[in-house]
């Protein structure tokens, strides 16, 4: 760790108040050093990371962290806060701060060292020195875990006595794959937690989180600890942003119970089918490990385990949703499964026609196959490339989106009916709507398959050839005879009313796509909509209606960041220091229609800048139909304005909403009554009051 942090990395005396301010301490000593290029990017990176889940942890403890394009190699940053530092711990705030910079590309040897200084924070002793040390240099060979050069000193004692317990806690901790017998014995003094047959209860558990950085390893450090002091073994698998290291199929057959901690979905997790199963967050695992371990225990007590059959235990939807939601939910997650996993091949295919249609017109549709005809020296030939692999992209979003509808339902037993029910509605002219109910189709089959008692000795068969056989008939079966053609009708239907649309029918029609693509910011209610306009334009020849909604959704799109942007450039006063950090930022990522841009402002400030950008939207999206603004492509922003029919008329609309959402958010903030204490807007006080009051966002 000698080359990750320094002594110029360290600041004991760290002044900062807000935890994003805490961290531009940090990052601009990084890029004093040269280990993060652009302070900005990288802080936004930080700020995402924190939006998915807050960083702080029991025990004054504060680790932003973030894997960025903009770091040039791992680093950590480390400061102590006197006042505290709020990074949303239940405790209270945080003392030690310390500042996790990743790059997007980090080796597996970095990530391991990032991984053990997370379990070190588990380490009472190890905080404890921190708190006491009294120089940077001293605080940095803390931290690597350096052997004191002179000893006799407080604080190379404190660095001693911290690397001794690292040591210790490694050497407690049984490694991933090794067996439970060699686990080590519960702690000198602790209880012994015996079974019926006299050996110690037995847990595996699996931690995760978004990154993979730190609360995977700082989970699975706290579990174990619990165990020791418990008298339990506990046997851990971190999944981490370094790949994970199975556990021995002996330990977990041996195993009494299972803890799942994680934010993201739990890898191969049918290995631990049929255990008692306690399945929590990753904070859980950190803050409350001794209530974990007293839950599962209880639990194989009362004789209560998971779904025996792995096949149908832990469908992507439910490793990353919570216990006991609604059908409703589930419902939308699994359709924005298939959405999300549709928008790729949405934008490379659309992309692709685009500038075909850009670089050899629209005639280019009717060009010969290019493996008939492709002259290296022609234009007309390179565009008709580029139209022709579009359109093959294109091809695939009807069964892409059925197939990973079917996956998030069913897991991958889904995916084979679910693409084949695709295929069909693409076949039969079924579109969007028959995608959707191919792939709700699958995923129902699949379900239900998976619910008859199979005799074991055909259970390894099941999801090779007897699930994707029986369910591909059966969804063939009633794509084909059954729903196809109404479905087929409905979709034709639609597409004639659309066609049919002008006036004031049109102006309605786009200040409703508006207000859905600015409500929730790329949330469902925005996918909803540029799925809906990307169906429209996934054909050869789709109709001008359809191009306009698609130029009007994207229009509507650019308008929330553009306008955040606008705001804190002419009353910079009325934002904090970050936001006026972010509207930078917001800039590029509006012009690039990334509506997201726009989620920091209204995370802080939601009842002001939500409606302000869903009308501001709202009158784009109608101004954009007004003017007949039409769009082959399906993403791209300003960038492909070359593309687009009446460009000069649609950015116009763009303007008008931007300055209309604009003026909007500078009136309601200029009302807004400042907080009791505060003084005037944009002083350093102000600034805390704001960020003290703003909400976490929702990670979708």
């Known amino acids: 760790m000698s080359d990750m942090i320094t002594a110029d990395l360290v600041d004991l005396d760290l002044s900062a108040d807000t935890k994003e301010a805490a961290a531009r301490a940090l990052a601009e000593r990084m890029v004093a050093l040269g280990r993060v290029t652009d302070l900005d990017g990288f802080l936004a990176d930080v700020a995402a990371r924190e939006a998915q889940m807050p960083t702080g942890l029991d025990g004054g403890i504060g680790i932003p962290h ?36 990743a790059p997007a590309g980090a080796d597996d040897a970095h990530l391991t060292i990032l991984s053990s200084l997370a379990r070190q924070l588990m380490n009472a002793e190890f905080t404890d020195a921190l708190r006491s040390v009294g120089d940077a240099a001293a605080a940095a060979a803390l931290i690597r875990g350096d052997k004191p050069a002179a000893a006799g000193s407080e604080d190379s004692a404190a660095a001693s006595g911290a690397a001794s317990a690292d040591a210790a806690a490694g050497k407690t901790a049984p490694a991933p794959g090794a067996s439970v017998e060699d686990a080590s014995a519960p702690a000198s003094g602790a209880p012994a937690a015996d079974e019926p047959d006299g050996r110690p209860f037995r847990i595996v558990a699996v931690t995760s989180c978004p990154t993979g950085i730190a609360h995977t390893y700082m989970a699975a450090e706290s579990l174990e600890n619990a165990g020791r002091e418990a008298g339990i073994e506990v046997v851990v698998e971190p999944q981490g942003s370094a790949g994970f290291t199975r556990l021995d199929p002996a330990v977990i057959a041996a195993a009494d119970g299972v803890i799942f901690a994680h934010d993201v979905p739990v890898r191969e997790k049918e290995r631990f089918a049929g255990k008692p199963t306690v399945d929590v967050g990753v904070k859980a695992g950190i803050n409350r490990p001794g209530e974990l371990i007293s839950e599962v225990r209880g639990k194989a007590e009362r004789g209560e385990v998971t779904a025996g059959a792995p096949s149908g235990a832990g469908t992507p939807v439910e490793r990353a949703g919570e216990a006991g939601e609604g059908y409703g939910t589930k419902l939308r997650k699994w359709l924005m499964s298939g959405v999300s996993y549709m928008v790729p091949f949405v934008a490379a295919g659309g992309l692709l026609i685009a500038l075909g249609f850009a670089i050899g017109g629209y005639k280019i549709k009717s060009a010969p196959s290019v493996m008939d005809h492709f002259v290296w020296t022609q234009t007309d030939s390179w565009a008709a490339l580029m139209f022709q692999i579009g359109a093959v992209a294109f091809g695939f979003l009807v069964p892409v989106l059925a197939g990973y509808i079917a996956y998030g339902m069913a897991d991958r037993p889904g995916l084979v009916p679910g693409f084949v029910g695709g295929m ?121 209606s ?101 460009a000069f008329l649609y950015l116009i609309a763009i303007a008008v909403g931007v300055c209309v959402t604009t003026t909007l958010v500078v009136v309601l903030k200029g009302m807004r009554k400042p907080a009791p204490g505060t003084v005037s807007p944009g002083t350093k006080d102000d600034m805390a009051t704001a960020t003290a009051e703003a909400k976490q966002p929702v990670a979708a």
């Open 66 to 101: 973030c894997r960025s394009e903009h770091v040039t190699e791992p680093t950590l940053g480390f400061g102590r806060s006197a006042a505290g530092i709020d990074f949303g711990a239940a405790d209270g705030p945080a003392d030690l701060i310390f500042l996790i910079a």
């Open 424 to 544: 069909i509605a693409s076949t039969i002219s079924a579109g969007f709507l028959g995608g959707l109910v191919a792939g709700l189709l699958a995923g129902g089959v699949v379900m239900a398959i998976q619910k008859i008692n199979i005799p074991p000795v055909l259970r390894g068969i099941m999801p090779v050839v007897v699930i994707p056989l029986i369910s591909s008939a059966i969804v063939g079966f009633l794509m084909f005879v059954v729903v196809g053609k109404p479905i087929a009708s409905a979709q034709k239907g639609m597409t004639d009313w659309l066609n049919g649309l002008s006036g004031s029918n049109a102006l309605l029609l786009g200040a409703l796509l508006g207000l859905m693509m600015c409500f929730d910011l790329g949330g469902p209610v925005n996918k909803v909509a540029y799925t809906f306009a990307t169906a429209g334009i996934a054909v050869s020849s789709p109709s001008d």
């Open 546 to 646: 359809a191009m306009k909604i698609m130029a009007a959704v994207m229009a509507a799109g650019m308008v929330p960041p553009l306008a955040m942007a606008l705001a804190t450039t002419v009353r910079g006063k009325l934002f904090t220091e970050t936001e006026r950090e972010n509207g930078k930022a917001a800039w590029v990522l509006g012009a690039s229609f990334i509506s997201e841009g726009a989620i920091p402002f209204a995370a802080a400030d939601p009842l002001r800048v939500i409606p302000s950008s869903m009308v501001g939207g709202a009158i784009t999206g109608s101004l954009s139909m007004a003017f007949g603004a039409t769009l082959r492509a399906p993403h791209g922003g300003i960038f492909v304005v070359p593309l687009i029919g009446n």
